[in-house]
């Protein structure tokens, strides 16, 4: 340890100088030779635990694990007195804050020197001493409070009169007071890590001053794999979100909040239900039959189920996206890994109480513009007129004679103009309830963290309501030793409705029921498309209010999530983790058709109930090794992993119900049972893993990362695999040519190459599996049992290569501009696709590994912070650029169409050179004219149909090129803003629902288009055919280009007001804080006219499923995406 104690610092001429020029010749010095002093600290956490230890003793401790090294002088720092202090992982800046808060020293810090100075006064300690104050000086005289951003009193900054050297600094409780030079005095205010504030003094009221973090300056500790590196030390490609930006938007899940936070990480909003899980693709969709979701890693534990975590509950995100970050986690981690960080007890000794809470309203944005009651008579009636215009054949007397005393008056007039959309949706109310407690007590903490959430979907009874309740506990058991535990257990009941079943899922029928139609007729019975005496071949549907009334579609969840661990310090720098966690869940599904309700597979209503049981645990050991040397660091780890899931179903089924009473809890009521069934697997996955980061000079960089997996899942012969990745960096503003810039604070360079693997497939794939049925044999029904797949004990892992190179660049300027950018090439090969086999083998497919995607593009995120007085103002320009391109498909390159499909086979191709998921289609070039009657009948069509190619081809394609986001946040004094745009650009939507809404392959309700833009012999200039019925010689309809809008959007996503209380009236009411706001999500969106659905963003299909895979952008009938207005608070005790 440094002392200056009477030894001489800088000789000039051999003259002597006092220590206390010689002190202060030295920190003017220091401050000339680095532009970073504060820096070190704030990258560098360390482990402490000391209580009643005399200063010294803790000093030596600190410079022990650090590089740091303490400078005072004995004379006028005490290091006998005595201080108490806990610290486990913790920043050093927030130790060395909170250790010298007893005590009356101050310091600066120079490089790796901590310099302490004691302070002069407890409270306001003046730089230059004032003479008496007069009266005329006490009106001159101003008093205030400096805090940071979230409210906390910052001790020890310094506020300085402009243009003097009179100056103060605040006392442990963020309080100064100043006597003023002069009446109309600027004050500058500063803190070390935060932005040096300008605000006019206003004497005679007391000033509240709020930092904002220096993000030039801080240094960023980063969660990677198994462990934290300092941002200026990652060669890959991380990005981070904290929790509060998280909760700037009122959300239902976790990855809803992460939309539009991270370049390149794509979430998608599918379906406006609060039961529906977002879909997030980072850096391009990479697989054809796995998965593409990433790998969400909770406190170090995978979790199945993510949506399902409270937002509340998360106190950072890192999301990975390159191979240097991601083959930490091997053959796991190719489509990228996001990495939560949950909230714990308190750093600090004391307890704090918060209650967050907020209530919101939903409302259908916008309706489709769709035919009303006498319209819709009037489409039925031409149709019938105009089908044997042009057929001799063909004779149709008009059947809908407008009779029906139920639903028309004496004179044929509609009874009823029912918008079945207004009907089937309401106004959703959500309320939000969120009470954490942290506690500290010496080498202990404890977090108890309870939220519920009430959230109504747009639709009739759709809904989740969910209570989670979370545990933490943390203590220093010795020096040594330390101990952690975590416990999150959350109850969800969700409420939702029918998805498929043609003409019974609400989200179609709300809008091809016809309006003629009312919910219920006056004696109180539902009606349906049936309910007509006139037979016209309407299309059967089903009441879409009487099936979400009655229908019941009920999922139960029970999950218990945690994690256990010990650390063992062995040496300096070196500890050793072993840690178990485990994901339990139970799950319920209750099905129930009444049998009133119009269904036309099980008329006298069904009942299901389903259970499943999902069991993961996995069980780790690591150890690593943290060393600074004098021009260098080393971050090592090396570890074993063992992972195992299991799971079962089973399954029950029964229908024709006397009634309606018993619903799913008497199964055996019901007259018809089906088959009971059962399902189990399980799989099981064991690794190994290394990672080393070198340091030189802060300026040069390498990190080595490797994992051997050995999975289940995968062929007898193709088991094991190995993942490296070679990580490299260059600090230029390191270097002695930038380091004296008072331009560039950062300025750096890295790429990275490496291997990463998919596991996400079938636990049985690679196997020979045996199906059981029932097959007829001389009239007898028997069982019976078949293999239904052939086995490849060469089956292995689909591989993704990844190139990545980065720039990162930082300014020192007002405001403060930071600029990311990434260059990546992603190719995946290996693809698990069905190969061609001769079928005299009894099949036709096999499953191999033989093709290949490739992705290639670029993140860009672009920032700025600017300050000034009471004004602050944060813009971040988040985009991500995507090209993706099918490499190869077997030997022959053959295409493939998975689906989903619809209308005479599937709607997407997989093509050698083309997207994934493609639109696969017929072109429309219009609509046949009367005098081009010969030439349509040569390809067999009538004037007014639709003339289209005669050969499919890709039509576009649902995966955007350009995503995006621009965030602004503004701090007005007490007031806060925030305004978040989203858009889309360059992407195509294929619209199924034209099928029937507008091409009208049955007679059904559709869009007005079909009216005000329909081909007849006086407008046919158009591409909307004319009007038919279909039952007769109808309409032809098929998908094709007509059916493709552009996707393209502008978003206004979130705008939200906000207002922080004053502390004087906080703490009168018994508080420490209190912030009330308001915001709309989803307020506007514009959009391409050729789009006619609810909301461009979106999918109709699970992309859980094979088909669904491809079926992004692709809708057959919507969940709108409501607009939601909120109102909340945040408090604390």
Not at 684 to 711: C, E, M, P, Q, V
């Amino acid at each position: 340890m440094e002392k200056l104690k009477g030894i001489r610092l800088f000789t000039f001429n051999s003259i002597k100088i006092s220590l206390a020029l010689k002190l202060t010749l030295f920190l003017l010095l220091a401050s000339i030779l680095s532009v970073h002093a504060n820096a070190y600290s704030q990258r560098t956490k360390v482990s402490l635990s000391f209580e009643n230890a005399t200063m010294q003793k803790v000093l030596e401790e600190i410079e022990a694990i650090t590089d740091f090294k303490f400078v005072y002088t004995n004379n006028e720092i005490d290091a006998d007195q005595r201080v108490s202090v806990t610290a486990e992982n913790e920043k050093l800046s927030s130790v060395l804050k909170r250790l010298f808060q007893q005590t009356d020293i101050s310091y600066k810090l120079r490089r790796k020197l901590i310099i302490l100075r004691s302070l002069p006064l407890p409270k306001s300690a003046k730089v230059v001493p004032l003479p008496d104050k007069t009266e005329e000086d006490q009106q001159l005289q101003v008093s205030g409070t400096v805090t940071d951003a979230n409210g906390d009193p910052l001790p020890g900054a310094n506020v300085v009169e402009k243009d003097t050297q009179n100056g103060v600094v605040t006392d442990f409780d963020g309080n100064f007071t100043i006597s003023l030079q002069n009446a109309d005095a600027t004050l500058l205010v500063s803190y070390i890590g935060f932005i040096t504030k300008e605000v006019s003094a206003t004497p005679g009221d007391e000033m509240s001053i709020q930092l904002t973090t220096d993000t030039a300056q801080l240094e960023e500790v980063v969660l990677v794999g198994y462990g934290v590196q300092r941002k200026s030390d990652v060669t890959g490609s991380v990005s981070s979100v904290a929790g509060e930006d998280l909760l700037r938007r009122p959300v239902a899940n976790a990855i809803q909040g992460l939309q539009g936070r991270v370049a390149g990480a794509n979430v998608y909003l599918n379906s406006g239900s609060p039961t529906a899980a977002p879909r997030i693709i980072i850096r391009g969709l990479g697989t054809i039959n796995s998965s593409s979701n990433p790998l969400f890693v909770v406190d170090g534990v995978v979790m199945e189920d993510f949506q399902f975590l409270n937002p509340n509950d998360i106190a950072s995100m890192e999301v990975l996206k390159d191979a240097s970050s991601t083959a930490i986690y091997g053959a796991r981690g190719a489509n990228g890994v996001i990495l939560v960080t949950t909230k714990r007890g308190a750093k600090t000794d004391g307890i704090t109480v918060s209650y967050d809470s907020f209530m919101s309203a939903g409302t259908l944005r916008k309706k489709i513009d769709l035919l009303n009651a006498e319209e819709f008579l009037e489409v039925v009636e031409t149709g019938f007129a105009n089908t044997p215009k042009y057929r001799d054949d063909v004779t149709v007397a008009p059947i809908l004679t407008r009779s029906d005393p139920r639903l028309f008056d004496a004179q044929g007039n509609p009874l009823y103009d029912t918008d079945w959309q207004e009907e089937a949706t309401r106004t959703a109310i959500t309320h939000n309830h969120q009470l954490s407690i942290q506690q500290r007590n010496g080498n202990s903490s404890i977090g108890a963290f309870l939220n519920f959430a009430d959230i109504e979907g747009i639709m009739l009874n759709n809904d989740l309501e969910r209570w989670n309740g979370k545990l933490t506990y943390d203590t220093k058991i010795k020096d040594w030793l330390s101990f952690g535990a975590n416990l999150l257990v959350n109850y969800t009941k969700e409420n939702s409705f029918q998805e498929g079943g043609g003409n019974q899922m609400p989200r179609r029928t709300m809008i091809e029921m016809p309006p003629i139609f009312p919910v219920r007729f006056p004696d109180g019975s539902w009606s349906n498309s049936r309910t007509i005496t006139d037979n016209f071949n309407l299309e059967a549907m089903a009441n879409p209010v009487h099936v979400l009334e009655t229908e019941v579609r009920r999922r139960l969840r029970n999950q218990i999530f945690g994690n256990v661990f010990l650390e063992f310090q062995i040496a300096e720098g070196l500890t050793f983790k072993t840690q178990f966690g485990i994901d339990k869940q139970d799950r319920t599904f209750q099905n129930f058709q009444p049998n009133d309700l119009l269904n036309i597979s099980a008329p006298l209503g069904s009942a299901e109930v389903i259970e499943q049981k999902v069991t993961f645990w996995q069980q780790e050991n690591f150890l690593t090794y943290n060393k600074s040397f004098e021009n260098s660091r080393i971050n090592a780890v090396l570890g074993a992993s063992w992972q195992e899931r299991e799971f079962f179903e089973f399954s029950a089924r029964s229908e024709g119900f006397p009634d309606n009473s018993l619903s799913f809890y008497r199964l055996e009521s019901g007259s018809i049972f089906g088959e009971p069934r059962s399902e189990y697997n399980d799989w099981s996955i064991n690794s190994y893993f290394a990672r080393i980061g070198y340091t030189y000079k802060d300026r040069y960089l390498i990190t080595l990362t490797g994992r051997a997996d050995g999975s289940s899942r995968f062929g007898e012969n193709n088991k094991y695999g190995f993942f490296p990745s070679i990580g490299l960096g260059w600090v230029l503003s390191e270097e002695e040519f930038l380091s004296e810039s008072s331009f560039l604070n950062r300025l750096k360079l890295r790429t990275s190459y490496g291997v990463t693997g998919n596991t996400e497939i079938d636990p049985y794939s690679t196997l020979a599996t045996i199906n059981s049925g029932t097959a007829l044999i001389n009239g007898q029904r028997v069982n019976d049992s078949f293999v239904n797949r052939i086995p490849n004990p060469d089956v292995g892992w689909e591989t993704t290569t990844q190139f990545d190179v980065g720039l990162e660049v930082s300014t020192k300027t007002n405001p403060q501009i930071n600029l990311e950018l990434d260059y990546y090439y992603k190719l995946t090969e290996d693809l698990l696709l069905n190969r061609p086999i001769p079928r005299s083998t009894g099949f036709s497919s096999i499953r191999d590994n033989i093709g290949s995607i490739s992705n290639r593009g670029a993140d860009i995120s672009i920032s700025s912070q600017y300050t000034k007085e009471n004004f602050y103002w944060e813009s971040v320009l988040n985009m991500n650029y995507n090209v993706n391109r099918i490499e190869k498909l077997g030997a022959n390159d053959e295409d493939i169409f998975p689906g989903p499909g619809f209308v005479s086979g599937s709607n997407t191709i997989l093509r050698v050179g083309e997207p994934v998921a493609s639109f696969w289609g017929l072109e429309r070039f219009g609509i046949w004219g009367t005098d081009e009657a010969a030439e349509a009948a040569a390809v067999g069509a009538l004037p007014g149909e639709a003339k289209r190619s005669t050969e499919r081809t890709i039509i576009g394609n649902g995966l955007p090129a350009w995503t995006g986001s621009f965030i602004n946040n503004f701090r007005i004094g007490r007031f806060d803003i925030t305004a978040d745009l989203q858009f889309v650009f360059d992407v195509d939507i294929l619209q199924q629902a034209h099928h029937s809404t507008e091409d009208r392959s049955g007679i059904a309700n559709g869009l007005r288009t079909i009216l005000t833009e329909g081909w007849t012999p006086q407008n046919q200039n158009t591409q909307v055919q004319e009007i038919r019925n279909q039952g007769t010689s109808g309409q032809n309809s098929q998908v094709d280009s007509r059916w493709v809008a552009d996707g393209s959007y502008l978003r206004g996503n979130l705008f939200t007001l906000g207002y922080t209380f004053p502390d004087n009236f906080v703490n009168s009411i018994g508080l420490n804080m209190l912030r009330i706001y308001g915001s709309v999500d989803n307020a506007f969106v514009l959009q391409s006219d050729s789009f006619q659905g609810f909301d461009p963003e979106g999918s109709s299909h699970d992309s859980s499923l094979d088909s669904g895979q491809f079926g992004q952008n692709i809708f057959f009938f919507q969940y709108p995406r409501p607009r939601t207005f909120t109102l909340g608070f945040n408090l604390k005790f």
